[in-house]
């Protein structure tokens, strides 16, 4: 496929840092984002700016979506002023939001009806992982659009996983949003555990990321901690959105997660607190309702 024009839609925290990535070949570029404010920073690197949706697919061979929901993801994708309506036969959708498996595949069909591929890559890394592309790219995709896709996908990625058939990088990316929520909700309930009981700040940030309790998300925990800053990178609503559709997955197919439930009503109710905006890390808080 010569591709000569690519289409962005949807340039929130990640999505604008994505967009910029791939900006870095010669193709032509057209963006589109609900809130026009969003495109300014794509539109000073040279990047035409789409009045909806069906403008940054028409013309372009590939249009990458990053929105943050299902609902969002239909009203960028259907209608006549959705993505589906302005892709030309033979062209490629690959769609980097989190969202059920389900709509993914739905979204599929209606595509292959008009000629097009969809395929979904969403990613992990989160925003430092979109700003430096260094994100992990999970893709359910045909054998042949992956190789279409992927020089595009690599200036986003440190690297580009082929996870199975459409619908499969949804799937791919709950299991690990639901493992990464796990992880995020255990560390910071150790952390207010070990101050509460005594220990100092100090020991525990000394401890906790050089033994079997280390991770990603501990360690984003422990630095969000110290510099006291819960400002958006992955907002608290966009985490709870992934952990409740982990948990419908898991009863679609009939796997208990008991932890995964448990937590899920925990992070509503920190949701309810008013956080919806706030990232993720400010789950420490609860403890202080």
């Not at 969202?99 to 925003?127: F, I, K, M, N, Y």
């Not at 979109?130 to 279409?148: F, Y």
Request: glycine content about 12%; charged content about 20%.
């Amino acid at each position: 496929m010569l591709i000569e024009q690519v289409g962005f839609v949807g340039l929130g925290i990640m999505g604008q840092a994505m967009a910029k990535n791939v900006m870095r070949g010669d193709e032509r570029f057209v963006v589109y984002n609900r809130s026009l404010g969003r495109t300014e920073p794509l539109a000073a690197m040279g990047a035409k700016v789409a009045k909806v949706p069906r403008e940054a697919a028409q013309g372009s061979q590939i249009c990458f979506l990053m929105v943050s929901n299902d609902q969002a993801l239909e009203a960028v994708a259907l209608g006549e002023d959705g993505v589906l309506a302005g892709m030309a036969e033979g062209g490629v959708v690959v769609d980097h939001s989190t969202v059920s498996p389900e709509l993914t595949r739905r979204l599929w069909s209606s595509a292959r009806e008009r000629g097009v591929q969809w395929c979904d890559a969403p990613v992990t890394g989160g925003d430092v992982g979109a700003r430096n592309a260094t994100l992990t790219i999970m893709v359910g995709a045909e054998a042949l659009t992956l190789e279409q896709i992927t020089p595009l996908l690599q200036r986003m990625a440190q690297r580009v996983v082929h996870v199975g058939e459409v619908g499969q990088g949804q799937t791919m990316k709950l299991v690990s949003n639901l493992v990464g929520c796990l992880n995020l909700m255990a560390g910071a309930e150790g952390l207010r555990l070990g101050l509460r009981a005594g220990l100092t700040l100090a020991a525990i940030e000394d401890v906790l990321p050089n033994g079997t309790a280390q991770s990603f998300e501990l360690q984003k925990i422990l630095d969000r901690n110290r510099r006291q800053d819960f400002s958006p990178g992955f907002s608290v609503e966009n985490r709870l959105k992934d952990l409740n559709l982990a948990v419908a997955l898991a009863r679609q197919v009939q796997q208990k997660i008991p932890l995964g439930e448990r937590a899920a009503v925990v992070l509503k109710d920190h949701y309810d607190g008013g956080t919806g905006d706030l990232d993720e890390s400010s789950y420490l808080m609860w403890w202080d309702r």
